[in-house]
């Protein structure tokens, strides 16, 4: 392996406008660059983001120690950060910090080696799972749009904070051309019915109304007329932590809502009645692991009850909710746990476990496409990247397709 000659940490701006980092690698014959997004509705348990500040004295301190090694491999970048770090939420260092350098090493690990990053994902990946690399077989990511944004995603709208839809084909060009044709439709739909259509963080459209149910039906009246010969589901993100009351264990659901974890479970019954959810993400609060057990029992046999908040792409915590048969679903999400091979880990320890891995964009994005490459590498159940709206959010469903034509 060559050693890395030069690393600059450079501010940019994100889709909200506010500060990110973005790290460039170099030797004399490679650059890499990579940069990372943020959340707002953050998991208690995620990797730290700590300030722009802090993480620029940060790099002064380490980026010598960095220059000064030679890494064989991302395995062995990742955890010599780890070991820099020292905490278990990478308070020291920043999970900001650690990610992105983590996730530029792959990528100038990729272009030493002249090949593609998911290829080199792919290495890795099955370098630490190596059971893996003879049981799983590979189709192609299903896509999840978040066509309707809510909760902390949007300035006004109902509390659930993602109406999806998630087209059911193993095309990601049909699936893509099918979420255009869905927002299509539905900016026409919210132009003629509240006069004029604003977008929230994921590019999703806003309705001026907080009936959580209101959506599901317009999804609803617009599928039945568009008539799609490929089978059109929908899901939501309730990100029920953002509306959940500690003190009174209550969810403030809508402003004249507020319900036990029994009566929203009930609410959510009824919603699957209605609408068939095909998959439901932080349906309770985050450290509710029963909740989630008792409805994966009701309804887990047809919905997907996914873990986000819940499960923060920590294997440790992945492993308690296998336990409690919480979840069949995981989001992954790189920045909740700040290195690229704790990513992979948290991946692989889902197929083993039988839980469907969807790797996540933020809501605060920038145009790096590197999750795309990550769910190509690791046998992804679906990929989450928002609405068709944004460029920063079509990168990443455009880079799968371009993998997978070239493949
Ligand atoms: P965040 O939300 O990126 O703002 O945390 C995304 C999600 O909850 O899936
Ligand atoms: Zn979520």
């Given at each position: 392996?060559?050693?890395?000659?030069?690393?600059?940490?450079?501010?940019?701006?994100?889709?909200?406008?506010?500060?990110?980092?973005?790290?460039?690698?170099?030797?004399?014959?490679?650059?890499?660059?990579?940069?990372?997004?943020?959340?707002?509705?953050?998991?208690?348990?995620?990797?730290?983001?700590?300030?722009?500040?802090?993480?620029?004295?940060?790099?002064?301190?380490?980026?010598?120690?960095?220059?000064?090694?030679?890494?064989?491999?991302?395995?062995?970048?990742?955890?010599?950060?780890?070991?820099?770090?020292?905490?278990?939420?990478?308070?020291?260092?920043?999970?900001?910090?650690?990610?992105?350098?983590s996730q530029t090493f792959a990528r100038f690990l990729s272009l030493y080696k002249q090949k593609e990053l998911w290829q080199t994902l792919e290495e890795e990946f099955f370098i630490l799972n190596p059971a893996l690399e003879k049981t799983l077989t590979f189709s192609p990511p299903l896509f999840f749009f978040n066509l309707l944004n809510g909760g902390k995603h949007a300035p006004y709208g109902p509390y659930i904070q993602e109406y999806l839809i998630i087209p059911q084909t193993n095309s990601p060009q049909k699936s893509l051309s099918l979420a255009i044709e869905f927002l299509q439709n539905l900016k026409i739909y919210i132009i003629q019915n509240y006069s004029q259509c604003n977008f929230g963080d994921e590019g999703?459209?806003?309705?001026?109304?907080?009936?959580?149910?209101e959506p599901l039906k317009i999804f609803k009246e617009i599928k039945s007329k568009m008539n799609s010969e490929i089978e059109i589901s929908f899901g939501l993100d309730v990100a029920a932590s953002s509306f959940y009351h500690k003190e009174e264990e209550t969810y403030h659901l809508a402003p004249s809502r507020t319900l036990s974890s029994q009566e929203l479970?009930?609410?959510?019954?009824?919603?699957?009645?209605?609408?068939?959810?095909?998959?439901?993400?932080?349906?309770f609060e985050e450290n509710d692991f029963e909740s989630f057990k008792n409805l994966k029992q009701k309804i887990g046999e047809r919905t997907l009850i996914i873990g986000d908040d819940l499960t923060v792409t920590n294997s440790q915590i992945l492993n308690q909710a296998a336990q409690n048969d919480a979840i069949s679903g995981i989001i992954i999400k790189p920045t909740q746990i700040g290195t690229i091979t704790e990513t992979l880990q948290t991946i692989g320890l889902a197929h083993r476990k039988g839980i469907k891995a969807i790797i996540s964009h933020r809501s605060a994005e920038t145009t790096d496409d590197f999750i795309a490459d990550l769910a190509i590498a690791t046998r992804a159940y679906g990929l989450k990247s928002g609405s068709p709206q944004n460029p920063e959010r079509v990168v990443k469903y455009k880079r799968v397709i371009s993998i997978l034509n070239n493949k």
């Open positions: 392996m060559p050693k890395i000659e030069d690393i600059q940490l450079n501010i940019i701006k994100d889709s909200k406008g506010e500060d990110t980092l973005k790290a460039v690698m170099t030797t004399e014959n490679i650059s890499a660059c990579s940069s990372i997004p943020k959340g707002k509705s953050r998991g208690e348990k995620e990797a730290a983001v700590v300030s722009i500040e802090k993480v620029l004295m940060n790099f002064e301190k380490i980026k010598p120690k960095i220059l000064n090694q030679s890494f064989n491999c991302l395995f062995d970048f990742d955890n010599f950060l780890i070991d820099l770090d020292q905490t278990k939420n990478k308070q020291n260092l920043g999970g900001n910090l650690t990610l992105v350098l999703g459209v806003l309705i001026p109304s907080n009936d959580y149910e479970l009930e609410t959510y019954l009824d919603l699957n009645k209605k609408y068939n959810l095909f998959s439901l993400e932080d349906p």
